[in-house]
């Protein structure tokens, strides 16, 4: 153990003593870029909570007038089917008129030529009166059938006066919508714009401090020893565990009272401790195997992303083209079981 403290003392030593100006010079440069985007995307969140308390307002109103419109269907239908009713009823009674009115103009004892045609005046009263009756009969008939049609024609009116409103309260949660979403979506594409750009950053940035790989403290140990962080030495995930650690990652076998142990278990303990699992590739992220994928053994593997380029990236490992040793390789993202996002 007291040759491994040593040989991590050295690889320090090494380090601190070769890394060249430029890049110390390239480090602080991004790391001010860094913090000035977090600044950005400080004023952006701000923003987006001064929209949301907007939005609110907006949303109980559109909730409020879905109901309404609801409502309104509903009493539409109503009024539809008081419509159905009344067409019978309009029916009904033009019908009646029409045969009154038959009635009269045809019936030798009711019409003006039998009245006119009375014998005497004790006929022609009795006639008359006879008449006077059909005709305010008729006219009780006509009354009905008039107010049955106006009430038809008020009852159509409401009716598309109740349509009209539905459309416009429709068209006006369409409009409430429509400017809620554009606002959210600019602000939502900002910080989408700001995430990608501090990621491009924070991978420039490993690139920069990161060390080289001849510095593992454990290359010549006995891989029957275990590393600092719970590892055999000169394994895939010693290696891994190491990585991120000089990332700045307090990393460790069991790290959040979960417990990696071989490299086909690290995607489910990831996950049950609360790191992000995927099939996004991103610099500093573990590239990991699950048994039998692309010819790995039962017990897995992980490697270390230095780069990606589009669906292509490039990982650091050991023990995979070289036994025990180390190997760099450069593949399709696609290849890959998943990543594992290990964070601070």
Known sequence: MKNQWIAILSAITVLGTSTPVTSVHAE????????????????VEKETRKLKKEIDPLKKKAIRMEKEI???SDRIDTLRKKMKK??????????????????VYRKEDAGLESLLAADSIKEFLGRLELLRLLVKEDEADFRKFEQARQKRVQMSKKL????????????????????????LEKKEARLDHLGEREQQLKAALKKVV????????????????IDPWGFYNRQCTSFVAWRLNQDGIDFSNTMKGGKFSNASNWDDNA?????LVNDQPAVGAVAQWNPGAQ????AGHVAYVTEVNGDQVTVEEYNWEVDYGFSKRTINASEVSN???ITE
């Open 160 to 183: 598309h006066n109740l349509k009209d409103k539905q459309q416009h309260e429709a068209k006006d949660i369409q409009k409430q919508y429509k400017k809620i979403n554009t606002k």
């Open 86 to 103: 009344n067409e019978s009823k309009l029916k009904y009674h033009q019908k009646q008129y029409q045969d009154r009115v038959k009635l």
């Open 28 to 43: 602080e440069e991004t790391k001010a870029e860094i913090k000035d985007l977090r600044q950005k995307q400080e004023d």
């Open 295 to 298: 010819g790995v053994g039962s």
């Open 339 to 341: 990543f594992i996002h």
């Open 271 to 275: 996950r049950k401790i609360g790191f």
């Open 210 to 225: 990161q060390v080289s790989a001849s510095l593992y403290p454990f290359k010549d140990a006995s891989t029957s020893g």
């Open 70 to 72: 609801s409502q309104t």
